[in-house]
């Protein structure tokens, strides 16, 4: 997520094999429903938004295939904010840098 009043970024990295089995079933549903949802519309990017808002950008890596979408603030559809509101939360404790995330999960414990 970058952009808002500030032009604030923050990043994470998920990997649904090494989180604890409850959030990776919740993030995995949320995945399935805005990528389902992408897929039916075809929509990859959305158009921008207005400076101060956020822009999103989500990469879903599978091993298989790799799906990139954006959107901002404004154009996110309904189906999408549960997972951007997830993924936002999960961004903090799963930093950008999964070494660091690991690290993070092992002081937590």
Same mark, same amino acid.
């Given at each position: 997520?970058t952009?808002?009043?500030?032009?604030?970024?923050?990043?994470?990295?998920?990997?649904?094999?090494?989180?604890?089995?409850?959030?990776?079933?919740?993030?995995?549903?949320?995945?399935?429903?805005?990528?389902?949802?992408?897929a039916?519309?075809?929509?990859k990017?959305e #158009?921008?938004?207005?400076?101060? @808002?956020?822009?999103? &950008?989500?990469?879903?890596? *599978?091993? +298989?295939?790799?799906?990139e979408?954006?959107?901002?603030?404004?154009?996110?559809?309904?189906?999408?904010? #549960?997972?951007?509101?997830?993924? @936002?939360?999960?961004? &903090?404790?799963?930093?950008? *840098?999964? +070494?660091?995330?690991?690290?993070?999960?092992?002081?937590?414990?």
């Amino acid at each position: 997520r970058t952009g808002g009043f500030m032009g604030m970024r923050l990043a994470g990295a998920m990997d649904t094999a090494t989180m604890p089995k409850n959030e990776a079933i919740e993030l995995q549903h949320l995945i399935m429903t805005a990528t389902n949802y992408f897929a039916k519309l075809g929509i990859k990017k959305e #158009p921008s938004g207005s400076v101060d @808002t956020f822009q999103y &950008r989500l990469v879903v890596d *599978d091993g +298989e295939k790799r799906q990139e979408y954006e959107m901002t603030e404004e154009t996110a559809p309904d189906e999408i904010r #549960p997972l951007l509101r997830h993924l @936002t939360i999960l961004s &903090r404790s799963y930093p950008e *840098d999964p +070494e660091a995330s690991s690290q993070k999960r092992r002081e937590n414990r």
